[in-house]
């Protein structure tokens, strides 16, 4: 397996719409034993990652006050465009390894690292128990 190299790899949270359900935005829900989803993610994916990304919409000025240190971005158009456009927003760049995420999935570093150590162009990671 190559050596993984964070400094290749951006990592971008999409979190800009408003949760299927409740009014708190899916970062801020809590994870018992762990503070938010928020934490938890960035907490996974930057020792893998050299850069991540937070990119909201719904209620982001909350996030964003919560999470200083979080490099954020917005879509400001949130509840008229889809995931696509807010990915577009992330500041990708070409010939640079990025891993996407929804805000709302909980995963840990040690599937990051399988991530961005896979030897593939495109790989995705699912969750064939998650209804479990």
Known sequence: MPEMNPSHHHAVIL????????QLPSALWSV???G????????ALGQSC????????YRFSEI???????SAVINPNWANT???????RAGLQPHRACLVSYADILYRDGLVRQLCN???????AVDSHWRE
Do not use: M
Request: charged letters at 10%.
């Open 82 to 88: 889809g995931t696509v456009s807010s990915l577009l």
């Open 50 to 57: 050299g850069d991540v990304t937070f990119v909201g919409g």
């Open 64 to 70: 964003v006050a919560q999470y200083p240190a979080v």
């Open 15 to 22: 979190g800009a719409g408003k949760p299927a359900r409740g």
């Open 118 to 124: 896979h030897p593939d162009e495109c790989v995705i």
């Open 36 to 43: 938010r989803v928020l934490n938890w993610l960035v907490s």
């Open 32 to 34: 018992p034993g762990h």
